[in-house]
């Protein structure tokens, strides 16, 4: 999908515990985002990069938190997994004519 | 009041019509608008862009933007069973304190063509 991925696709942890996943695109678009998507509520956009190491916030952050070392690879840390994190977590890049092209997302389940 | 609203449906619609979905926004500063199809269990694919007010025609779709109203729409013609999924408005939010922006989507319409 356009460059690109995103690991794990699935994921089962345990409530407590640290979770990281991981966008990767080979197009060296300078905008990244991390969307969760939860029924009800449709896509939220949780955090944004506009850059190596330049971060912001989106309407859902509380409890992620992202880094951006190399313009690669994009991060998405729980720092601790709770329930209500359970969700379809998308990576988007902002391409041409400022369309977003999506990951295939991760679906993360904590029990 | 949320940025972007749809009404989630399901919108049913025999095949062969025309299948009109629905969106409004608050932000007015916004600049660029999108359709996003999202079939079930996969991530959602950009099927419209549109800028400025009027008719943005590609194949079977049309999307149409009014401003003043603060309304944007997509039509799809000849609805086949495929075109049945999530359709998901989404709405450019530009943050001037970083010269950077951001896609804020609603919901999303669910569209059921049968046969």
């Known amino acids: 999908d356009a460059g690109i991925t995103q690991s794990p696709r699935h994921k089962v942890t345990e409530t407590g515990t640290p979770v990281t996943l991981r966008c990767h695109q080979t197009?060296?678009?300078?905008?990244m985002y991390w969307y969760r998507q939860d029924p009800g509520h449709g896509l939220r956009l949780i955090h944004y990069?506009?850059?190596?190491?330049?971060?912001d916030k989106g309407e859902v952050s509380d409890g992620y938190s992202v880094s951006r070392s190399k313009t690669e690879d994009f991060l998405l840390t729980l720092e601790s997994a709770t329930s209500s994190q359970t969700s379809v977590y998308f990576c988007?890049?902002?391409?041409?004519?400022?369309?977003?092209?999506f990951g295939s997302g991760t679906r993360l389940t904590v029990v | 009041q949320k940025e972007v609203e749809q009404n989630s449906g399901p919108l049913s619609v025999p095949e062969g019509a025309i299948a009109s979905l629905n969106c409004t926004y608050s932000?007015?500063?916004?600049?660029?608008f999108f359709w996003y199809r999202q079939y079930s269990g996969k991530s959602p694919e950009l099927i419209m862009s549109?800028?400025?007010?009027g008719d943005q025609e590609d194949g079977r779709f049309t999307a149409q933007l009014n401003k003043a109203s603060q309304y944007v729409s997509l039509l799809i013609r000849d609805s086949q069973p495929s075109d049945s999924a999530t359709y998901l408005c989404?709405?450019?939010?530009?943050?001037?304190?970083?010269?950077?922006?951001?896609?804020?989507f609603g919901t999303g319409t669910r569209l059921q063509v049968f046969p």
């Open positions: 988007a890049i902002r391409g041409r004519n400022n369309g977003y092209t």
């Open positions: 197009e060296n678009h300078r905008y």
């Open positions: 990069s506009y850059g190596v190491k330049d971060t």
């Open positions: 932000d007015r500063g916004s600049q660029s």
């Open positions: 549109i800028y400025s007010n």
């Open positions: 989404a709405v450019n939010i530009a943050n001037t304190a970083y010269n950077t922006d951001k896609l804020i």
